[in-house]
């Protein structure tokens, strides 16, 4: 059950958590808020930034992350009714107000993010604690009513009860003498056998509303007095508007105003189809500016050159140089991984205020505080002036981590006098995206006289995200988040050797795609260590089984997704496995793909297993959802995912010619979880960065053709 929609249109409690600040300890935040004696509202009982509880006993949870379709508004829940005791039928959910304060991520610098599969990471303890304090305040309620000891009470589903005597009380009712408690500094969680809610399959809270169409995302907004507006921007980054059409424009029923921008022009109008309309009159043209002459092999060309220098050391381990040159057989490769857009289904879009005391914006964003802070530079207004509507997602992947397209909306509205709602066409969005890098990786290994790795050298090449995200993380010309799944490897390699060149493509932005570094990493890292297998002739699974010797849940995923697979069986001519694993975001994961290819290049992902070690699973329902999400996504890219750049411009527009995996080309995928008493891992972006490895892999397997650049039919292999 959700109210996000009820709460998010009628600008819900902001003022309240103004009032709200900050504790902190052992690394793990927890905001609290302590509201005022007696203060009498339809949620007295606020004991700190996530709960709150009515005098009916329905529970709030404020979610310090946004659904954007992975489960975030029942996974965290979840981990406060378990500790509160409550039922999840007697849970709400309400995403949280900008606040780094309150709200921030520890895995994310302390920011408010939603991305990089931490939401149950960061607030595994976090919200359990929170839930575990509110339990405590509201048995001492009861203790004081009934003038016992608080060890003499329990609590179920919502009621404190006392055993000895038969007396009970629900929540509701204890509500406004818990509030005048003082929160506790220190609780007591649960022991993980006595759990009931954490590890079991529970309903989507959020499913109903978006099956029924209740569900407010931020294309639905609907706020009084409304103009809906669309924009063309120039086809070439940096480029500018030269020239446009306002009158032509005008001419189109229902159109009220054109707005020009530094490098864009906006029709506003009453509806949609009417500003699509006065956009195509409107005739604008563009100066390219510096960028009009890029293309893609342009980009590649500078990379290849850029990666024949040395780069910043990520990471030295041994003397690889020396075990090279020492080494019985040396194996050398270039790898290429290519830009990719997000191709959210939810088009990009933004709603807008702007009135003379501050600004309102309705949007799904996946950074709501940095959303406010650019729109506040942008309008010359204070933060707090800025208030942010935040919405359900449909779709992020990355996408939404930018503001782009918030700031773009706030300088429309500032030439609008009523509220606007900015909405990008597809075409738009697909050629304005803010793309996953190229990169472009140089990687050699020698092995010993068994075949086994002894040095191992990995140069990659790419621009810092981080750089322009979190300047501070850039340090020593080092970008974590671009060496993130080449380092730490989990093999047994004793001489290593990781670099990286930072090479910015001119002429379009990079930023983050779901999951980020690794999903170009452990495609160059496991299609390698397929390539180290052939070179001993070793069996893909046997070698990784033996270089995996020392780290116990690495080599549990592979021999459990192994024989789920029926690895070592036979298969028909033209058919083939790949295997591939990776220790990333706090999992362990192995996946394996079947793919078969016919005679004339077509190829068939047929099936693909995927054994997962997350550490504890909180909704076993959203795990399994997740992997196959993240699986198909993965798969999209490997068969299909590529934009390229002529003329400064971006070639591919809709899904068309930027194609999405079709119902019919889903594989069977079967999901195994392993148990484990683990901490929690992430889940969202893990199952993305196989994908590319195991069917790279299985395609050798099949056919003896090792492709070494993505998407396959790139690489001179044609899909169906």
Not at 348 to 367: A, E, F, L, M, S
Not at 670 to 688: K, M, N, R
Request: contains cysteine; charged residues 20%.
């Amino acid at each position: 059950m959700t109210e996000v929609a009820r709460k998010l249109q009628s600008g819900f409690s902001r003022r309240s958590f103004l009032q709200a600040g900050a504790a902190v300890g052992g690394g793990l935040m927890i905001g609290w808020y302590l509201p005022a004696s007696g203060a009498a509202d339809a949620t007295p009982f606020a004991p700190n930034a996530f709960i709150r509880i009515d005098r009916k006993g329905m529970v709030t949870v404020i979610s310090p992350k946004i659904e954007m379709g992975e489960g975030t508004y029942t996974s965290l829940p979840m981990l406060v009714a378990e500790e509160l005791d409550v039922d999840m039928s007697n849970v709400l959910v309400d995403p949280s107000p900008p606040s780094d304060k309150l709200y921030g991520d520890p895995f994310q610098g302390g920011r408010q993010i939603t991305g990089g599969s931490t939401a149950i990471r960061a607030f595994y303890l976090p919200l359990r604690k929170a839930g575990a304090a509110a339990r405590q305040m509201l048995i001492a309620a009861a203790a004081r009513s009934w003038k016992v000891e608080p060890s003499t009470l329990t609590t179920e589903a919502g009621v404190v009860v006392h055993s000895a005597t038969g007396r009970r009380k629900s929540y509701g009712d204890l509500v406004d003498a818990a509030a005048r408690l003082t929160v506790p500094k220190k609780v007591q969680l649960k022991d993980p056998s006595d759990f009931r809610i954490i590890g079991t399959p529970v309903k989507r809270l959020d499913a109903a509303g978006k099956v029924s169409g209740a569900a407010l995302f931020g294309i639905d907004v609907k706020v009084p007095g409304m103009k809906i507006g669309t924009v063309a921007a120039s086809p070439v980054f940096g480029g500018t508007v030269a020239s446009y059409d306002e009158a032509a424009a005008m001419k189109i029923q229902g159109v009220r105003q054109v707005v020009k921008l530094e490098n864009a022009v906006a029709v506003i109008a009453d509806h949609y189809w009417a500003a699509r309309q006065g956009l195509e009159a409107v005739a604008v043209r563009f100066d390219d500016g510096p960028n009009g002459a890029v293309n893609t092999a342009d980009i590649v060309a500078a990379m290849a050159k850029a990666s024949e220098q040395k780069g910043a050391v990520a990471e030295r381990k041994g003397d690889a140089a020396a075990a090279f040159e020492k080494a019985s057989t040396k194996v050398e490769a270039i790898y290429e991984a290519p830009f990719l857009a997000h191709a959210t289904m939810e088009p990009i879009n933004c709603t807008v205020h702007i009135k003379p005391d501050g600004c309102d914006i309705w949007v799904g964003t996946q950074v709501p505080t940095m959303a406010q802070v650019e729109v506040s530079k942008v309008l010359g207004l204070a933060p707090e002036r800025v208030a942010i509507h935040n919405h359900l997602l449909g779709g992020g992947f990355g996408r939404r981590l930018e503001v782009d397209f918030i700031v773009q909306a706030a300088l429309i509205g500032k030439q609008v006098n009523q509220p606007v709602k900015v909405v990008w066409s597809r075409e738009e969005d697909i050629q304005h995206d803010v793309y996953r890098p190229y990169y472009y990786d140089r990687i050699s290994a020698g092995l010993d006289g068994s075949g086994l790795p002894v040095a191992w050298n990995h140069r990659i090449v790419g621009p810092s995200i981080l750089a322009r995200w979190f300047p501070r993380f850039f340090k020593n010309g080092i970008d974590p988040n671009a060496v993130t799944g080449a380092i730490d490897l989990p093999y047994a390699i004793p001489n290593v050797t990781i670099e990286f060149v930072r090479h910015e493509p001119r002429g379009i932005p990079t930023g983050f795609w779901r999951g980020v570094g690794p999903t170009h990493n452990i495609y160059v890292v496991e299609s390698f260590i397929d390539e180290l297998a052939a070179a001993a002739k070793k069996d893909p699974f046997e070698y990784r089984r033996a270089l995996l010797k020392n780290n116990p849940r690495a080599l549990a995923v592979l021999e459990r997704a192994a024989a789920k697979a029926g690895w070592g069986t036979r298969l028909e001519s033209r058919k083939g496995r790949g295997i591939s694993v990776q220790h990333e975001m706090g999992t362990y994961l192995c996946e394996v793909a079947e793919v078969s290819v016919a005679d004339d290049g077509r190829v068939r992902i047929d099936r693909v297993v995927c054994s997962c070690d997350c550490g504890v699973v909180v909704n076993p329902d959203t795990v399994a959802a997740q992997l196959e999400s993240a699986i198909i996504f993965g798969l999209t890219a490997v068969l299909y995912g590529e934009i390229t750049l002529k003329n400064g411009r971006v070639e591919q527009s809709n899904f068309n010619d930027y194609q999405m995996l079709r119902i019919d080309q889903t594989p069977i995928i079967d999901i195994d979880l392993v148990p484990s008493g683990a901490p929690p891992g992430g889940i969202g972006e893990p199952g993305t960065c196989s994908l590319a490895p195991a069917v790279l892999n299985a395609i050798f397997a099949a056919t003896g053709v090792r492709l070494h650049k993505l998407p396959i039919q790139a690489a001179l292999l044609k899909t169906d």
